[in-house]
């Protein structure tokens, strides 16, 4: 059927500021989805209230409201704005919640706006416990056993009649958040008062465990006429009891017989027919028991969920983007698939490839936390690596993950004690497939593994051939002697250079060298949904060992821009979008724009927002082959956050061309000590510091410098390990942390300037001129993260005088830091006098605040200044703001109960929230002003 002309205008809802549970994927959905809808013609609003995503940027809606998620915002548009329809299913939870407020409330009715893409019905019965355990029954699928309960001894009385273990899984809630296993009776009442406490309706379901059972998903899309098709299955290689969000997970399915494949595509099909009246995406999860292969369904989650952007990028097809279009009525057999162009939307994607994704966790950042994972997800991030084996795939992942992995093992960081490894197997830990390997290594036996993680043994025995051929390596004892075929074979398993070097004890680049000189090196194969069958011109590739190269080169002069890896606390979707801006700089500059990222959630890995994607660790080994392959002009790396950055010296080092600021001045500000010598140097007042290298030097220049003293370690990012202490006790306790953790960094004591304020400020320079971007005053004192610091834009308290001098000290530092591009400068003030704190010559956490407060194209401006395209004088740039602009922090505590909540020098938060007030009166304003954050020593 042809798509309802009589919507003309959409309206999609976001999903708000990056919480655990629910993050940057649902700004890759809600982009791809306003990108569709703008295809056919539609004029899209959308509303969220997180400053740091493309998906409120100018480029991807015609009106963009920066407005908290409440009823009250819609009602504004709505009054503003003829609206036709609303697509709640972009956002996560957060906007269904929304729109089924809103529908309650008879908003929806009033306005005589049409929800689209999603059945309330739906929703509400996949949400409700029970409902859905009975929906599913009713038309002939397996569930659990389970009870709802809505009071505690409702909970105890359900518990009786199942017995140990059971699972507790609260309603409406985001991320499993409240829900997890209980093994005896003596766990269960304090799980049971958490899980009724994080349901927003009290109730919570009752369930037994299926413990050691193995957990599957589909993705699928529907259309208005019925039509059903799996887009991609995916296995979780962690058995049921490890939320989804937390597990390793592989596509496609490695040890799913077909026939029980056959089955659950059945089941889900029906399933999703069965869920009232709705044209979209969908997310059904399974678990199968591996002794019987008896399929049991777990949940149902009828939109667009977290993995729909990873099926995305596993698979080629975007599956937001035809979301969107059957939302406006379109059938699947209408619509092209935009990978091949002349093959059916209809038609499912055929895989002839591996893909691994690996969560990331930050646990060191929640003192307090333990890093056992269950039912409540706890990652913060994740990576996805792509091989043409499992192993290859799962060792590229390893590579992406940014925790200093050569890949699985094979490095520094490998267990040697039987009795500490066998622990952590049995209790699930961030680590855990690292101690499969350490394991297998110390000979304990494939069955035993199997037996204590319950993972199914054909991914235990891949992991013991990488043992296997581990001891093979160990027979040559120089790079010269490896022959041909075994390193060929340790390269298509995924082996790097470094940890070829590592086993050998010898150095990487001697391996490197050997390898180049027997021929063997990567080739690029083309992601295209249906493994080769159909021709296709996707420009989204690869690395492998195995035959052809399907990655041409062009004749384009062309930069490279590296992406930020994963999403981890003090690195975010702000320098994401970062990047998705400078590529389209570097596009219309003339250029063609390549990326280099591993980050599957992110709008910058979309596969045409690129000339070219490679889908890649960025990791030095796959950057530089891709670096000799493409020829490229130079690479942008100050849009990619300290992933990238940490690169420059590599760069530096092969003389390849870094676009903007030069390394040595890069290097400068990130060395605390060589920057605090700058400024001494030009009479820029600075807290007073010293750089030590052991406790003895710590300790001395502490008690020179007076207490409290901040401590940090060199080239580091956000606050990663800063601490203020104050005394010698608490300093030396600290200082050996560093040591122990970041062996190879400097520590750098400042003298804490107690009860000051804090402000910063963010610029463009083009090497001749300094155009100031936005000053933004801290609510919280200096001794408070800026990341975790509520800021105001523009300063409320400041004098003139300090302003002007602020101005002063940012001009002369980006001269002198011989600065091409965004430079951020930190500051303390104090009794009216400035103190420089530090300078990021690079994109920061800010910039895409202020770029939204001030509705300015200031990353398109910067990225071109950096690559030399424009000069600050080519643009009229005006600093306007009716009011004021606060950027709020968000945390995700929730998730880790026995947490230390106190804020500190170490950023702590996941995501933030923009508000715009129109005087310093505001309710809003005054509630954060009088209840900001007491800084206690930690």
Known sequence: ????????????????????????????????????????????????????????????????????????????????????????????????????????????????????????????????????????????????????????????????????????????????????????????????????????????????????????????????????????????????????????????????????????????????????????????????????????????????????????????????????????????????????????????????????????????????????????????????????????????????????????????????????????????????????????????????????THIDPWYVEQIKELVEIEKELLRYNVAEDIPASLMRQLKSMGYSDAQIAWIMRIEEDQVRAHRKSLGIRRTYKMVDTCAAEFEAQTPYFYSTFDGENESIPSDKKKIIVLGSGPNRIGQGIEFDYCCVHGLLAIKEAGYEAIMINCNPETVSTDFDVADKLYFEPVFWEHIEEIIELEQPEGVVIQLGGQTALKLAEKFHEHGIKIFGTAYEAMDMAEDRGAFSDLLKEMDIPYPDYGVAETIEEATAIANKVGYPVLIRPSYVLGGQRMKIVINDQELERHVLSIFKHLPDNKVLIDHFLERAKEAEIDSICDGEDVHIMGIMEHIEPAGIHSGDSSAVLPTYSLSDQVLETMKDYTRRLAMALNTVGLINIQFAIKDEKVYVIEANPRASRTTPFIAKAYNQPYLNIASKVMIGAAKLKDYKMENKLDGYAIKVPVFSFDKFPNVDKRLGPEMKSTGEAIRFIDDLNDPFFRELDRNRSVFLYQ
């Open 1 to 452: 059927m042809p798509k309802d002309t009589s919507i003309k205008s959409v309206l999609i809802i976001g999903s708000g500021p990056i919480i655990i549970g629910q993050a940057c994927e649902f700004d890759y959905s809600g982009t791809q989805a306003a990108r569709s809808l703008r295809e056919e013609g539609v004029e899209v609003s959308l509303i969220n209230s997180n400053p740091a995503t493309i998906m409120t940027d100018p480029v991807t809606a015609e009106h963009i409201y920066l407005k908290p998620l409440t009823p009250e915002s819609l009602i504004e548009i709505l009054e503003e704005r003829q609206i036709d329809a609303v697509l709640p299913t972009m956002g996560g939870q957060t906007a269904l919640n929304l729109a089924i407020e809103a529908g309650d409330m008879g908003i929806w009715d009033k306005y005589n706006v049409k929800l689209i893409g999603v059945d309330l019905a739906a929703i509400e019965l996949a949400e409700n416990r029970e409902a859905f355990r009975e929906h599913a029954v009713k038309i002939g699928m397996k569930v659990a056993p389970s009870f709802i309960a809505n009071s505690f001894l409702e909970g105890k009385e359900a518990a009786q009649k199942i017995g140990f273990p059971l699972v507790i899984r609260p309603s409406y809630t985001l991320g499993g958040t409240g829900g997890g296993f209980v093994h005896t009776a003596d766990e269960f009442d304090e799980a049971l008062k958490r899980g009724l406490d994080a349901s927003p309706t009290h109730e919570v379901l009752v369930e037994q465990a299926v413990l050691g059972w193995k957990e599957y998903e589909l993705e699928l899309l529907r259309d208005a006429n019925d039509n059903v098709a799996i887009i991609c299955t995916v296995e979780n290689l962690d058995p049921m009891g490890i939320h989804t969000g937390d597990s390793i997970t592989v596509a496609p399915s490695m040890t799913l017989a077909d026939t029980t494949f056959q089955q659950m595509r059945n089941e889900g099909i029906m399933l999703m027919r069965s869920m009232g009246n709705f044209a979209g995406g969908c997310n059904i999860q399974f678990s199968v028991n591996p002794e019987t292969e008896d399929v049991i369904v777990i949940e149902i989650n009828p939109r667009v969920s977290r993995s729909s952007a990873l099926a995305s990028k596993a698979t080629g097809y975007p599956i937001a983007k035809v979301a969107a279009k059957l939302a406006l009525g379109y059938t699947l057999d209408e619509l092209k698939n935009q990978i091949t162009g002349n093959t059916s939307a209809f038609f499912e994607p055929t895989l002839d490839y591996v893909i691994v994704k690996m969560p990331r966790w930050n646990f060191n950042k929640f003192q307090g936390s333990v890093n056992t994972l269950g039912l409540s997800m706890k990652s913060v991030g994740e990576v996805m690596a792509i091989g043409r084996s499992f192993q290859e795939a799962l060792q590229k992942a390893c590579q992406s993950q940014e925790n200093n992995r050569m890949g699985l093992g094979a490095d520094k960081k490998e267990w040697i004690r039987t009795e500490d490894i066998l622990e952590r197997l049995e209790r699930v830990g961030d680590d855990r497939i690292y101690r499969i390997k350490d394991a297998l290594r110390l000979g304990v036996p494939a069955k035993s593994i199997c037996n204590i």
